[in-house]
């Protein structure tokens, strides 16, 4: 099992920043690769960014240039982390970390935080 934590969402003006983190803890061996996704009311959810345990990176076309995501592979957890610069209301969405299991693991879901942008 692995266990996820997110925490840094909250209410920011357009153009503001914000820094969301996610802690990975358990059977992090059985993961690899690391993303933000998002959901806005009345729409799918969608890939913000990703990390790969190498570092590699992609990023949804939306958000290119505003926001980077990282990661720091301590001993027992794995952390994630987005940083969001230049928000805009359209960034409103619930944000959801998600753990992509490797080699026949399961990929787990933190329970989302919330990230409201006014104009």
């Known amino acids: 099992q692995v266990q996820l934590v997110e925490s840094g969402g909250g209410l920011v003006q357009a153009g503001g920043s914000l820094r969301l983190s996610c802690a990975a803890s358990?059977?992090?061996?059985?993961?690899?690769?690391m993303g933000w996704y998002r959901q806005a009311p009345g729409k799918q959810r969608e890939l913000v960014a990703r990390?790969?345990?190498?570092?590699?990176?992609?990023?949804a076309d939306s958000v290119k240039g505003r926001f980077t995501i990282s990661r720091d592979n301590a001993r027992n957890t794995v952390y994630v982390y987005l940083q969001m610069n230049s928000l805009k209301p359209e960034d409103t969405a619930v944000y959801y970390c998600k753990a992509e299991g490797v080699l026949g693991h399961r990929d787990y879901w933190g329970q989302g935080t919330q990230v409201t942008v006014s104009s």
């Open positions: 990390i790969n345990s190498g570092g590699g990176t992609n990023y």
């Open positions: 358990g059977s992090i061996f059985g993961i690899a690769p």
